[in-house]
């Protein structure tokens, strides 16, 4: 049993509470992308990838290089590198389900965000690949996204987190750290936090691309 004494129980009920979005947030959308969605993309070195497996199960991982990481082909598809990671390959395999993609793509500094939401598919072309390649190596798949919903997100959101404001930020010691994290989450004796800290790092140095 769940917890909340009030749950919103349709779409009705939440645009009642909420209210109806202005007719500018309406017209905005466009289901292609124009040369200001290209040029954000080609600044962009981070996005955000959303994706749902045929169960409904979603995921959300990041992504990231230097700016124009995503290639634009054919001014029609975003081709996104898929560089080493963990081998989980959860976006892929959603993909492989629904053919479906939602994409947040970021520009360092600027506070309002570009969202992609369409069709998607994991493609392994060579010629594409190479576009892709970086030090020499070339990501052994890619995701390409056909977009269908293509907007400007205003910078709210940012606004209130203060992202891009040094000011704002933790000190180092402050933050978590990934290996004290895994170590728990794993829980087990020869996966300790200095193992995995000397792993991560040497991941980092060394299998990035």
């Not at 082909?73 to 959860?90: H, S, T």
Request: aromatic residues 8%; proline residues 6%; charged residues 30%.
């Amino acid at each position: 049993m769940l917890p909340f004494k009030k749950i919103v129980a349709d779409h009705e009920e939440a645009a009642k509470i909420v209210g109806k979005p202005s007719e500018a947030s309406v017209k905005k959308v466009i289901d292609f992308l124009d040369q200001h969605c290209i040029d954000f993309i080609e600044k962009s070195p981070f996005l955000i990838i959303g994706t749902a497996d045929s169960n409904g199960q979603h995921d959300v991982s990041p992504r990231g290089d230097a700016p124009g990481f995503a290639k634009i082909y054919k001014g029609r598809y975003i081709l996104i590198p898929e560089r080493p990671g963990n081998r989980r390959l959860d976006s892929i395999h959603n993909i492989l389900e629904t053919n479906k993609a939602g994409l947040i793509f970021l520009i360092p500094g600027m506070e309002e965000t570009l969202r992609i939401n369409g069709k998607a598919w994991v493609i392994y072309d060579e010629d594409l690949l190479d576009r892709m390649k970086v030090q020499e190596k070339k990501p052994l798949l890619a995701i390409a996204i056909e977009p269908e919903e293509s907007f400007i997100h205003c910078a709210k959101a940012l606004k209130r987190s203060k992202i891009w404001e040094g000011s704002s930020w933790l000190d180092r010691d402050q933050l978590p750290t990934a290996a004290k994290i895994m170590a728990s989450h794993i829980n087990s004796p020869d996966k300790t936090e200095e193992h995995i800290r000397q792993k991560l790092e040497e991941s980092y140095q060394k299998r990035l691309y």
